[in-house]
């Protein structure tokens, strides 16, 4: 059994070794291609502004994790095409349908990103072009196949023009109108011929044979070839289908154990089978049985002795019997008490979460539905949801209450952070006390939650709007309380979460845990507010928005007349916004959190440096050396190397870094000798911000112009863009400088003094 499923980026483990597999399977089957482009297909997920398109990958995999074939599709949204980048199967077979399917995926994809036209290319199918008679059957085969979808070469064109005169068996433009089988107007293809020639072909393209091809088509329409190995009516047309990913549920087969019918214990298991009966019809989810998880994983949100203490007084309980805490000894922790009665208070918050004899096991199935859920993510999956009861986000690291027993959302955070930072977004009514207890004095996990103020809403003792982390610890400034009104509609609920979210795309995390809570509506016996169904869904989509891999965990909840609609609105919301944000090209926001800038220049920096300019992927060996050798020259010689470093680092990681220094025997200009960003933050404002701070610090020593140089060539168009964005104006360009066809474009910046007035 196979599946295909999308491909965001490599920063999974599971991800990485999908790319490894999809890397074999270019090596296996295209032995002609390099081993960098090979290598390059991470580098384009991470680094989409490299080539200036957008990468889609698909794979189609096994059940148990081996790629059976993959389809990369480029996206360029303002011109408004695809391009299929590669399209390939393990074995080398065009049977068997997995081809198709992959095409299908394709063709299905590049109709919900509305573009005009998929493209791509195929080598010639004629002997006269490909004398090869193995090559040339299995172009035809190739060519065969894409006309069952209408996909064919376009012809009276210049696109198969050799760029060398030794080139042979150029290929054929292929273009898919997809459903509506569009026309393909001129100026639009010339567009795109020259989009793809200059950004995928640009090391091996010169302008002059890319200006050649382009004004080589003159037909409008462009012509196409006619069908040669299939008739027109039997042409594959339509292209629809959804396209989403169904969630993961996870639900907790045990929880219906755990049922205290005293009166006024509103936590009961209706709950869970309210929200089912409207997700089970909706068709969004697919369900997976929970797993086993060693206690070991529990024990890293929980203290020792408080699991083995509500182990073994779960277990001490009568059947049918339930033991409420009534006594509250935890001032003195030195000494516990004795007594069962009153050793329940010393773990416990609250008089009205029982011990009885099913509570533990219930708990502890609950843990294993969240950390199901996590492995789900981790495993490639851009949803999952752990329905689950008792709720958990009112367990602390030593302590339980709230109807709470352990912290489900807690539990799988810490599972998710070995991985990357995470961040905790609690949208229950009551507040988020026990992920705020766990992670109170850590960086990697943030939490943020919005609540009813402590003022009038349980526990009443934590989620005030100052409590911000530990004040000493690392964890200052990690933890972000919003607590709310008594009353509060829907309106008001989303400008809070607009604030709660924009710290979450401050902190950049690589997974995002939601503790979902559904007593916020309208009715709920627990809550105040007066949210429904439309503001659910919402909630869901604002969240959707952010495109990160989530584990979504039940908590609150007890209006059974509205639980299902409500939830499933949730639900339907954040599917449809994360489909819209995989579509899209989500730029990552300008503001980081936790950004800081040194001047001071260390030995480390030398390695720190040179991997960073590595990475971009726009310097060569001997730039990359160049960047190191002026570090050691500046540790070596001090200011009087002339070369002076501003490095921005985010949580001890090298985020971007500019050199710059006085131009010799000049009264007032600085060379800017070096600005790179990591990819990763490339987008966000990390750039403009360190140029910012580089020409003020010009400025305070005396500085009055800046000037930096370039190449010319074309994947050097974004620098160059960048560069005029932040006020530099062209001066001269000095014709193939660099290399032949390869000129110096040189920019200058006069800086303004304090009144703004240009300096002397």
Known sequence: MLRIRRIHDDVLPVNREILRQVEDILRSRFAAVSGEEI???????????????????????????????????????????????????????????????????????????????????????????????ALLRENRSRLRFYERYGARPIVNTGYELPVRPEDTCMPHLVYDGLAGGRTLRRAFARKVVRAVLERKYADLCPPEYVDQVVRSFRDDPVRLREFRYVKPEAVVSSAAGRTFEQIALVVNDRHDIHHVADRGYVESPVRVSTILAELDKSGLFTRIPPHSFPDRHLLEVHATDFV??????????????????????????????????????????????????NAYPAARRAVDCALTAAREVLHGRRLAYALIRPPGHHAEHRSFGGFCYFNNAAAAAQYLSHYGRVAILDIDYHHGNGQQDIFYRRSDVLTVSLHGHPSFAYPYFSGFGEELGEGEGEGEGFNLNLPLPEKLDGGGYRRALARGLKRVEAFNPSFLVVALGLDPAKGD????????????????????????????????????????????????????????????????????????????????????????????????????????????????????????????????????????????????????????????????????????????????????????????????????????????????????????????????????????????
């Open 39 to 133: 290598e390059s297909i991470g580098e384009k997920l991470r680094n989409p502004f490299k080539q200036r398109f957008r990468p889609i990958l698909f794979v189609a995999e096994s059940m148990k994790g081996r790629v059976k074939g993959f389809a990369l599709l480029l996206h360029e949204p303002e011109i408004g095409f695809a391009y299929l980048d590669w399209i390939a199967t393990a074995t080398g077979r065009s049977g068997g349908g997995l081809g198709g399917a992959l095409y299908e995926r394709v063709r299905q994809e590049a109709e919900a990103l509305k573009v005009k036209g998929l493209f791509f290319e195929c080598l010639p199918d004629d002997a006269e072009n490909c004398p090869d008679p």
């Open 308 to 357: 083995r203490y509500l182990k073994r007084a779960c277990n001490d309980v009568p059947e049918g019997k339930s033991l409420y805490p009534y006594v509250f000894p935890i001032r003195n922790k030195t000494r516990p008490p004795r007594e069962p009665s009153v050793l329940s208070g010393y773990y416990c918050i609250d008089t009205f979460t029982p011990i009885n004899r």
């Open 525 to 760: 016996p627990t809550g105040t507010w007066s949210l429904g169904a439309r503001d659910f869904q919402m909630n869901g989509e604002a969240v959707g928005s952010l495109g990160l891999p989530t584990v979504v965990v039940q908590e609150g909840g007890y209006r059974s007349r509205t639980l299902g609609r409500n939830g499933l609105s949730f639900f339907k919301g954040l599917a449809e916004a994360v489909e819209r944000w995989a579509r899209t090209g989500h730029e990552q926001k300008n503001r980081i959190h936790g950004l800081r800038f040194r001047q001071e220049v260390v030995e480390d920096d030398i390695g720190r440096i040179e991997k960073l300019v590595a990475v971009t992927g726009f310097f060569h060996a001997g730039e990359v050396e160049v960047a190191g050798e002026l570090v050691r020259e500046r540790l070596l010689k001090g200011e009087a190397s002339g070369y002076h470093f501003l490095f921005a680092e985010h949580y001890g990681r090298l985020a971007g870094y500019t050199c710059y220094g006085p131009i010799p025997c000049t009264r007032d200009g600085y060379d800017l000798y070096w600005i790179a960003v990591h990819p990763e933050y490339q987008g966000r404002g990390v750039g403009s911000h360190l140029l910012r701070l580089t020409e003020r610090r010009i400025r305070e020593a005396g500085g009055g112009r800046v000037y930096v140089d370039t190449s010319q060539r074309v994947q050097y168009a974004g620098t160059r863009a960048f560069y005029e964005r932040c006020g530099y104006s062209l001066e001269c360009l000095l014709a193939d400088f660099y290399a032949p066809g390869d000129g110096k474009a040189v920019y200058c910046k006069k800086l303004t003094g304090e009144t703004g007035r240009p300096s002397s």
